[in-house]
């Protein structure tokens, strides 16, 4: 693998590119992007130049995708006929099932692997790139298309699993549809919360809420100063997924409230606290 | 101010003591809790010895009341015929209507002053106390009983105040209702979410979701870590201002699944970002 071209030189690729050249890649890694954000990337480091998508395919062994989701499928369309035989296309997209099934029809068999690094930041684009973003994260691959590699770009495959694991991820398998439905609940679920409990602060009129607060309403509101353009396409992706996980939550919500009228919170407190608890035992946890 | 007495020796308590002796306190800091509670402060070194509820109201020129909200009410009654008529006694309660009516039924009028630190962690006990957790963060006070302080009362008033000011607090003054209705949707509603976001997914029956999550899950589950017992007193005595935050709260869940449906969540995600970006410029953001 001698040279990577990172189309989406944001938060996710430009991270990508560091990681790589902290980890030791020595070759090209060229990026298509806006020219704001290539600059940002060539200021960063994360990129050695700026392409065109053509120019990125004629020469690239590695393709990573990471746009916003609705990019994403429009260059997987774009990439279709251009994509050497001997290359691998994979993506950071945070849904998986439209995304291999749009690649499925546009990428040859065995030239595409899904993927999703779950690491992220509230902050936006190659400015706030970190070479350690993917450092003890899971990193999901959705291998539909690599189950029957072809040709060299099984090797490809090897080779971008091998890199991931020196950039510090922690590579895991999944089904598409499974693990849309898991980041419905432990990615999507939590975002769309954050965003709700801000919305619903910001309605108030009151001026002693931004005022009046502890650390916890901060850790709480976090998530809601994600990039509403990315969220868009998350969740126009993952729709039915999203809607089971608020229905879920919604659930809890209304045990929560009998509850609290009965004076009967303690175990619910408990079983949460308990969740809490394990999940940072994880071995992914940070 | 020359004795301090520190009633209920957990992280809130303990981290008092280890505050004002980091701000130059050398009087005595007596404590009165568990024997178990009383090694871990001595330890720590936030009080000076351990005494009786009845040994500390016969020296301190300060109580200070850390306990869980049900015990702060029941040290209250107690304290009553005890507390010297220059003693002024304080509370760090996260409600303070029914804590300051109580104070006002069994407290000389002027001996006491309500009051609650706008700080917290999710660890426990006075192994967790650090002497700067109120730096930077807001203390309101609830100063019913001292708009028209008696005697030696109002000097304590003013020597309790300038030493929240020497720990690093942000003093503020607020109506007990206007408080309660304030921390309702500040500080209880986040608690809630976060605890009713784990509760959903400790039900889920899935091997992936404490494998596959990013850095956003631990933020939103943080406050599920707090202390139960802690939280049943805090919710019972503010249950009005907590149901009405709840409801709030599933309002704006309901127009976020609408929403969710139309393709149309752009603008509430972008007012509750604007809310976020908002309370981290406050002056009192951490």
Known sequence: METVAIIGVGL?????GLALRKAGFEGEILGV??????????????????????????????????????????????????????????????????????????????????????????????????????????????????????GESSTRVAEFRSWLERIGAHVLEMDPQEHDQTVALSSHLPQLLSTALAATLAKQNS???????????????????????V????????????????GAFQMSLSELQLRLEQDSLLEFFNAAGRFSAKIRNAPYSV
């Open 207 to 229: 001026e002693h809420i931004s005022k009046v607060f502890g650390p916890g309403l901060l850790d709480m509101t976090r998530l809601a100063l994600s990039a509403p353009e």
């Open 33 to 150: 992007s806006s020219p704001r954000s290539i600059e940002a990337g060539l200021k960063a480091g994360a990129i050695s130049r700026g392409v065109s998508l053509a120019g990125a395919a004629e020469s690239a062994d590695l393709i990573y995708l990471s746009q916003p989701i609705e990019g994403i499928l429009d260059t997987l369309k774009e990439l279709g006929p251009l994509v050497r035989p001997d290359c691998l296309v994979t993506d950071a997209g945070s849904t998986k099932a439209l995304i291999v099934s749009t690649a499925e029809e546009h990428i040859r068999a065995g030239n595409f692997l899904g993927g999703h690094p779950m690491a992220g930041k509230e902050r936006r684009g190659a400015e706030a790139a970190d070479c350690n973003l993917f450092r003890g994260r899971p990193y999901v691959l959705t291998p539909l298309h690599v189950l029957t590699p072809v």
């Open 12 to 16: 996710i690729g430009a991270s990508f």
């Open 231 to 246: 969220w868009m396409g998350v969740l126009a992706t993952n729709k039915a997924a999203v809607r089971e996980a608020l």
